[in-house]
């Protein structure tokens, strides 16, 4: 599911150009594409096509999977009926370690082990990757995508006239623009797919907190990738967040309709979630930074730990999943919070130590961790001003 600039994320939208990049994005913006005509079929004879070849390449969702199933089958019970019709639906897993699902127009969905592992015996994880690729399904993304980059085609984009308008004249083609559009309307795909998946939860007994819960795990283990392209299919993990905010109310409302005791929904008592907001980098003295990091939290019970974690690494750092000790190399300050105001801002003093290698950029990093360690979020750090 991708979200962040790109995504370990992250969460492509094809896969060998027919199926449909799933784990990422969301928004609010107004669908504005091609309508699907009655007779078009091509999406679903293609994914039928592609079935063979990609169910060799994956095992079925049993064993160590099988909670996975159990959430996919009761979801789909969720699914009207004669939209569900269409479809062959199926769970399945890509054993490859990799972090992302994505989804067939025929009505499969493939999970990769890593993603798999991610969400491990969590119905409530489960649910909230596999409703974003069933809404893809139900509302045929895969078509919706190839019939608006055909009218890209066919419209020619931007077309500009070169030369006197009353002789023959050559024209060129932006393809920037176009692959611009294509992008923007890709991102709005991803957003209509998570407002309906929200939705799907609810009814079926997952708490939509599942969904941010979810993309928090993937933005801490994530790569920064920098600014955000304009070519991008999925938005970044902090712009779900702002764009899923009204939609992730409207589903708890929902959900606490149908599911009063939460406690006995199917998916049990909502996660813990932390939305971090990008830290803000103040220098106060030579060598030394203070960083303030605002955090809201939801159904938080005791107290959550904020980690500032900073050193000399190469481009890319990897991310742990749990901390236990003082990282091997580089340094941390720690801080407790309730987080029990709508808005709390944790403030820590990153100092860099004279013993430091100078090989290497300083990197920091923060984390949000539970009682036992886990993470639940990570914000990205700021360029460290000189």
Same mark, same amino acid.
């Given at each position: 599911?991708?979200?962040?600039?790109?995504?370990?994320?992250?969460?492509?939208?094809?896969?060998?150009?027919?199926?449909?990049?799933?784990?990422?994005?969301?928004?609010?913006?107004?669908?504005?594409?091609?309508?699907?005509?009655?007779?078009?079929?091509?999406? =679903?004879?293609?994914?039928?096509?592609?079935?063979?070849?990609?169910?060799?390449?994956?095992?079925?969702?049993?064993?160590?999977?099988?909670?996975?199933?159990?959430?996919?089958?009761?979801?789909?019970?969720?699914?009207? #009926?004669?939209?569900?019709?269409?479809?062959?639906?199926?769970?399945?897993?890509?054993?490859?370690?990799? %972090?992302?699902?994505?989804?067939?127009?025929?009505?499969?969905?493939?999970?990769?082990?890593?993603?798999?592992? =991610?969400? &491990?015996?969590?119905?409530? =994880?489960?649910?909230?990757?596999?409703?974003?690729?069933?809404?893809?399904?139900?509302?045929?993304?895969?078509?919706?995508?190839?019939?608006?980059?055909?009218?890209?085609?066919?419209?020619?984009?931007?077309?500009?006239?070169?030369?006197?308008?009353?002789?023959?004249?050559?024209?060129?083609?932006?393809?920037?623009?176009?692959?611009? &559009?294509?992008?923007?309307? *890709?991102?709005?795909?991803?957003?209509?797919?998570?407002?309906?998946? %929200?939705?799907?939860?609810?009814?079926?007994?997952?708490?939509?907190?599942?969904?941010?819960?979810?993309?928090?795990?993937?933005?801490?283990?994530?790569?920064?990738?920098?600014?955000?392209?304009?070519?991008?299919?999925?938005? *970044?993990?902090?712009?779900?967040?702002?764009?899923?905010?009204?939609?992730?109310?409207?589903?708890?409302?929902?959900?606490?309709?149908?599911?009063?005791?939460?406690?006995?929904?199917?998916?049990?008592?909502?996660?813990?979630?932390?939305?971090?907001?990008?830290?803000?980098?103040? #220098?106060?003295?030579?060598?030394?930074?203070?960083?303030?990091?605002?955090?809201?939290?939801?159904?938080?019970?005791?107290?959550?730990?904020?980690?500032?974690?900073?050193?000399?690494?190469?481009?890319?750092?990897?991310?742990?999943?749990?901390?236990?000790?003082?990282?091997?190399?580089?340094?941390?300050?720690?801080? %407790?919070?309730?987080?029990?105001?709508?808005?709390?801002?944790?403030?820590?003093?990153?100092? &860099?130590?004279?013993?430091?290698? #100078?090989?290497?950029?300083?990197?920091?990093?923060?984390?949000?961790?539970?009682?036992?360690?886990?993470?639940?979020?990570?914000?990205?750090?700021?360029? %460290?001003?000189?």
């Amino acid at each position: 599911m991708n979200s962040d600039s790109s995504m370990p994320r992250r969460l492509l939208f094809t896969l060998s150009g027919y199926l449909l990049w799933a784990i990422a994005a969301f928004g609010q913006q107004v669908l504005d594409g091609p309508q699907i005509p009655s007779d078009f079929n091509l999406d =679903l004879e293609t994914g039928a096509g592609l079935r063979s070849q990609f169910m060799a390449q994956s095992v079925a969702a049993t064993g160590r999977y099988a909670t996975g199933r159990l959430v996919f089958e009761r979801l789909i019970e969720q699914v009207p #009926k004669p939209s569900a019709a269409k479809f062959a639906w199926d769970l399945r897993i890509i054993e490859d370690d990799q %972090l992302n699902a994505y989804s067939s127009p025929d009505g499969a969905i493939y999970v990769q082990s890593g993603l798999a592992h =991610l969400a &491990d015996q969590s119905t409530g =994880l489960w649910a909230a990757l596999l409703s974003h690729e069933i809404a893809h399904i139900v509302r045929r993304d895969w078509a919706r995508r190839y019939l608006y980059r055909k009218s890209l085609e066919s419209d020619s984009a931007i077309s500009i006239v070169l030369g006197d308008p009353g002789l023959p004249s050559a024209s060129w083609t932006s393809s920037e623009k176009a692959s611009e &559009d294509l992008g923007s309307f *890709c991102r709005q795909l991803e957003i209509a797919a998570d407002r309906e998946s %929200l939705m799907l939860m609810a009814r079926a007994g997952y708490h939509p907190d599942f969904v941010p819960a979810l993309h928090h795990l993937l933005h801490a283990q994530s790569f920064s990738t920098g600014s955000r392209s304009p070519y991008a299919m999925h938005p *970044c993990w902090e712009e779900r967040d702002r764009e899923l905010m009204s939609a992730y109310v409207a589903a708890s409302i929902e959900f606490e309709h149908r599911w009063p005791e939460w406690y006995a929904s199917p998916g049990g008592n909502p996660p813990i979630v932390v939305f971090a907001e990008a830290p803000a980098v103040r #220098k106060t003295a030579p060598k030394q930074w203070e960083i303030q990091i605002p955090i809201r939290c939801e159904n938080l019970a005791g107290a959550v730990e904020v980690v500032l974690r900073a050193g000399s690494a190469p481009e890319n750092v990897e991310h742990p999943r749990r901390f236990y000790d003082q990282p091997e190399s580089g340094f941390e300050v720690r801080q %407790l919070t309730g987080c029990t105001s709508p808005r709390t801002t944790v403030t820590l003093t990153l100092v &860099d130590p004279p013993n430091r290698s #100078k090989a290497g950029r300083l990197w920091a990093n923060v984390y949000v961790l539970d009682a036992w360690g886990a993470v639940l979020g990570r914000a990205e750090v700021p360029k %460290l001003p000189r």
